[in-house]
């Protein structure tokens, strides 16, 4: 059977490398027939039209259909999974509340129309930023899915800290293991090393105990991955788009085949329950496992008071990110 897709912002550049990748079985595997959602606003239609022939002109045989839309009703319906890559970007000059308030708007709708449409089972991942309160947003907007269902992108934080360790090792991203994103997909965001593991010469080794540069660790390292998109842009004056969808390929693979064993990712995912001290009610990243489609928290993690004080500098924002968006909730 085939499994239904949505990718919304489907004309933009982010979908532009993404939709590829997930046509062509990277992400749901080299079986499984796919038939692909393709939801943006009504002015971009003319483009996704083109994004639709390119497409069809990949002639990929798992492809079965590909639906372009403006309407939520047609592309929420009976969803296994969306992938919620629009948002309203921050304009030049724009506070961060009017950014807020524009994308409580959309993420209510949309969060609304999954509620109705989608199946109940579906798993909702958002990208559109800032990522974690739209997340909040469409979570609560569809009180009969389940919160778990709901997801963030930290990933791309996640394999950002990776890479970085792997290149002051001068080691592959794939020997280095476990780093943490913990918190919002912001500025703010604690990227921890503590507890992550590098591959030396077959030996699995502590990334502290490797890297013998506990000031890099604590300073430039963190600041890096932090300010790692700011810089992307700076540069290609343009967001990171191919890196961004390299990301969301790596985070729904993983809901849907689970992590590697003695591995655990980032996430942004509903605070409830967690024992690191994160108030409630947050859509907060956290190291997870993932086994048939669901994530656990990856307990026990010992957390020193340099990492507490970063984990609740993080929970803050973030709690200040929810109060204002659900203000506007009420009166949107």
Known sequence: EPIR???TGAAGQIAYSLLYSIAKGDVFGKEQPLILMLLDITPMMTVLE??????????????REVIPTDKEE?????????????????REGMERKDLLKANVKIFKSQGAALDKYAKKTVKVVVVGNPANTNCLIASKSAPSIPKENFSC????????????????LGVTANDVKNVIIWGNHSSTQYPDANHAKVNLKGKEVGVYEAIKDDSWLK???????????????KARKLSSAMSAAKAICDHVRDIWFGT?????????????????????????SFPVVIK?????????LPINDFSREKMDLTAKELTEEKETAVEFLSSA
Not at 153 to 168: P, V
């Open 5 to 7: 897709v949505l990718v």
């Open 50 to 63: 083109g994004v639709v022939m390119e497409l069809q002109d990949c002639a990929l045989p798992l492809l």
């Open 74 to 90: 047609v592309a929420f319906k009976d969803l296994d999974i969306a992938i919620l890559v629009g948002s309203m970007p921050r």
């Open 153 to 168: 992108l930290t990933r791309l934080d996640h394999n950002r800290a990776k890479s970085q360790i792997a290149l002051k």
């Open 219 to 233: 300073g430039d390292f963190i600041q890096t991955v932090q300010q790692r998109g700011a810089a992307v842009i």
């Open 260 to 284: 590697p064993a003695g591995e655990f990712v980032s996430m942004g995912v509903i605070s409830d329950g967690n024992s690191y001290g994160v108030p409630e009610d947050l859509l907060y």
């Open 292 to 300: 048939d489609k669901t994530w656990k928290f990856v307990e026990g």
